[in-house]
C-alpha cells in the first residue's frame, strides 16, 4: 500500500465530494434563493465553522450575489444555497431579494414594437 491517505490526490488535494458537504442534504431553507440575490455578511465566524462557510463568509464581507458566492467558493449552485440557508438560519448572512430593475413597459409600447417588427 501506499502511504498517500486514500481520500487524499497529491495534485487536486482533499477530495470531497460536495454532498458530503451539506451531510447529503438537498433542501434547506436556502432553496428560495434567487441565483441574483444580494449575500452579505452580518456576524461574526464562530469558530465551528466548516472551511467552506469560512470561505463564504469572507466573499460576503461586501455585497455578493448567490451566484457569485458560488463561484468564489467554486462549489455548485445547489450546495451553496443549502449552506446559504443555514447560515441565514443562524444569523450569520442577510439576504436581499433582488429589486425590480425598473417599471414595466406600457402595453402601448410593447404593441408598437411588434408591429414595427412585423414590418421587417
Do not use: C, F, H
Amino acid at each position: 500500500m501506499s502511504d498517500t491517505p486514500q481520500w487524499l490526490d497529491e495534485d487536486a488535494g482533499p477530495i470531497v465530494r460536495p454532498y458530503a458537504l451539506i451531510r447529503g442534504r438537498t433542501r434547506s431553507s436556502g432553496d428560495s434563493l434567487d441565483l441574483v440575490a444580494t449575500v452579505r455578511a452580518v456576524g461574526d465566524a464562530p469558530d465551528d465553522l466548516s472551511p467552506e462557510q469560512s470561505l463564504i463568509l469572507r466573499a460576503a464581507r461586501a455585497p455578493i450575489s448567490v451566484a457569485d458566492v458560488a463561484v468564489e467558493v467554486d462549489l455548485p449552485v445547489g450546495v451553496v444555497r443549502v449552506l446559504l440557508g443555514d447560515m441565514r438560519d443562524q444569523g450569520l448572512i442577510s439576504v436581499s431579494a433582488p429589486s425590480a430593475a425598473g417599471s414595466r413597459p406600457s402595453e402601448g409600447i410593447l404593441k408598437e414594437v411588434i408591429n414595427g417588427l412585423r414590418a421587417l
